[in-house]
């Protein structure tokens, strides 16, 4: 019994990781593709392979998730308000994924 409790422990944690990996994609994706314009057209940001100069170097940066949201939701600066053409679960992917990957969720 403590042997199956154990593996299903292992397995359970396996699956976790595989989701925010999965997550990391989605946010990737939006970041790179689905956000129209691009991320990538004004932001840095290494994972990305983006070097845009127009918006902050989000690796410099390394904003929190909440203020990724924020950002793309209702704009900032010169940025537009993403909030009618991103989902919030496009939204809340691509804030995961700039704030894990630049270190901004730690």
Do not use: W
């Not at 057209?41 to 929190?64: F, M, Q, R």
């Amino acid at each position: 019994m403590r042997k199956a409790a154990v593996l299903l422990v292992v397995s359970l944690a396996g699956l976790s990781c595989l989701a925010q990996a999965d997550d990391i994609e989605k946010g990737k994706k939006v970041f790179t593709q689905e956000a129209q314009p691009s991320c990538t057209v004004c932001h840095t940001l290494s994972d990305a392979n983006s070097a845009g100069a127009i918006g902050p170097n989000l690796d410099e940066l390394k904003p929190s998730r909440e203020r990724v949201i924020k950002a793309v939701s209702g704009g900032v600066g010169i940025m537009p308000a993403f909030n009618e053409s991103l989902s919030s679960e496009q939204i809340e992917a691509v804030a995961d994924y700039v704030a894990r990957v630049t270190g901004g969720d730690k």
